[in-house]
């Protein structure tokens, strides 16, 4: 069964050394990006920066290393039925589905979620089945884009998006800046994020996803310069209207993680997302922008940028438990 270490017990040892799963820490993305460098999956959640900002009082995160890969358990305080695994982290190393059982039977944890379909085409449903049932979350599919789409917005596609940036453009020519964040305008995004999360009740409780969300957008803005994410803020008239965080995931594609604007002003969101995509371009082919968790509105705006593919997600759930 797995063993959860508590945080008091979570070492400051640069090295992970041992085999007890420990909660997830801000102070440990050094300690473990090296697991995640050249990782091949593209789902948002293979992201080790969005792990540990997401962590909170009902999702809990830990970490152990095994075989020389690094194991994600994910526990919930309140429903443990809802304990995972995601796929374990070595760099560019597949693990196969006899391998998952195996880590499935030790820990004790009987899910695999974000599963992507990369993996269930590599090893094959037939080879999957007899270990375990797989079911597709569909909430989880991500909506990937050409980089060099978001940052040129060329053909009639999207011509209604230029047309909106034009807008933005004449009225407030002159009045804002586009800038990265740092340790002097982090505590000026936390309080637009107040004002942003003010008119859409972010503040539901830990079941709800707004909720989930600011908290994880807080806890990035307050250590961003711990990670290998970068934010970037847009000003009017000197105050922040706009922010966005993008961090690697694979060697070809960043994950969009937060992407916030005042939504009363037209075309902002348009010209801060081009802007955004504009300072990636000339590192990645391909941006993630993260599911649309099945909410209507999300997707449309998502549907409206053209992805080149959506990814699935799926979950593997053991079928027989062996102690």
Same mark, same amino acid.
């Given at each position: 069964?797995?063993?959860?270490?508590?945080?008091?017990?979570?070492?400051?040892?640069?090295?992970?050394?041992?085999?007890?799963?420990?909660?997830?820490?801000?102070?440990?993305?050094?300690?473990?990006?090296?697991?995640?460098?050249?990782?091949?999956?593209?789902?948002?959640?293979?992201?080790?920066?969005?792990?540990?900002?997401?962590?909170?009082?009902?999702?809990?995160?830990?970490?152990?290393?095994?075989?020389?890969?690094?194991?994600?358990?994910?526990?919930?305080?309140?429903?443990?039925?809802?304990?995972?695994?995601?796929?374990?982290?070595?760099?560019?190393?597949?693990?196969?589905?006899?391998?998952?059982?195996?880590?499935?039977?030790?820990?004790?944890?009987?899910?695999?979620?974000?599963?992507?379909?990369?993996?269930?085409?590599?090893?094959?449903?037939?080879?999957?089945?007899?270990?375990?049932?797989?079911?597709?979350?569909?909430?989880?599919?991500?909506?990937?884009?050409?980089?060099?789409? !978001? #940052? *040129?917005?060329?053909?009639?596609?999207?011509?209604?998006? @230029?047309?909106?940036?034009? %807008?933005?453009? &004449?009225?407030?020519?002159?009045?804002?800046?586009?800038?990265?964040?740092?340790?002097?305008?982090?505590?000026?995004?936390?309080?637009?994020?107040?004002?942003?999360?003010?008119?859409?009740?972010?503040?539901?409780?830990?079941?709800?996803?707004?909720?989930?969300?600011?908290?994880?957008?807080?806890?990035?803005?307050?250590?961003?310069?711990?990670?290998?994410?970068?934010?970037?803020?847009?000003?009017?008239?000197?105050?922040?209207?706009?922010?966005?965080?993008?961090?690697?995931?694979?060697?070809?594609?960043?994950?969009?993680?937060?992407?916030?604007?005042?939504?009363?002003?037209?075309?902002?969101?348009?010209?801060?997302?081009?802007?955004?995509?504009?300072?990636?371009?000339?590192?990645?082919?391909?941006?993630?922008?993260?599911?649309?968790?099945?909410?209507?509105? !999300? #997707? *449309?705006?998502?549907?409206?940028?053209?992805?080149?593919? @959506?990814?699935?997600?799926? %979950?593997?759930? &053991?079928?027989?438990?062996?102690?």
């Amino acid at each position: 069964m797995l063993t959860l270490a508590s945080t008091t017990d979570h070492p400051d040892a640069a090295s992970p050394a041992d085999d007890v799963a420990r909660p997830l820490q801000p102070e440990d993305y050094r300690r473990f990006a090296s697991f995640f460098s050249g990782q091949p999956h593209e789902l948002c959640e293979y992201c080790l920066a969005t792990i540990i900002v997401w962590a909170n009082d009902e999702y809990r995160p830990h970490a152990l290393v095994r075989d020389n890969a690094l194991v994600i358990v994910s526990h919930f305080t309140s429903r443990r039925e809802l304990d995972h695994c995601i796929l374990p982290m070595a760099g560019d190393r597949w693990f196969p589905p006899e391998y998952l059982a195996e880590l499935a039977d030790s820990l004790g944890i009987a899910s695999f979620w974000f599963v992507p379909e990369t993996y269930v085409d590599r090893f094959g449903p037939q080879r999957i089945a007899p270990l375990f049932e797989m079911s597709e979350q569909s909430a989880y599919t991500d909506y990937i884009y050409r980089a060099s789409d !978001l #940052a *040129r917005l060329p053909g009639n596609r999207y011509a209604k998006k @230029r047309n909106l940036i034009n %807008q933005f453009l &004449r009225q407030y020519a002159g009045r804002y800046t586009f800038e990265r964040i740092d340790a002097r305008s982090a505590p000026e995004c936390l309080a637009f994020l107040e004002e942003w999360c003010a008119t859409r009740q972010c503040d539901e409780g830990l079941e709800d996803s707004l909720t989930c969300e600011r908290l994880a957008a807080e806890k990035m803005l307050k250590h961003i310069e711990w990670f290998d994410s970068e934010g970037y803020c847009l000003r009017i008239d000197g105050k922040v209207h706009a922010f966005g965080v993008a961090s690697p995931l694979t060697s070809e594609m960043a994950v969009l993680q937060f992407e916030k604007a005042f939504d009363q002003i037209k075309g902002l969101y348009q010209f801060f997302d081009r802007e955004c995509a504009r300072r990636l371009v000339d590192r990645f082919s391909y941006i993630n922008k993260e599911s649309d968790m099945e909410v209507p509105g !999300l #997707a *449309r705006a998502k549907r409206s940028y053209h992805p080149i593919r @959506r990814l699935r997600s799926f %979950q593997l759930r &053991r079928r027989t438990m062996r102690r």
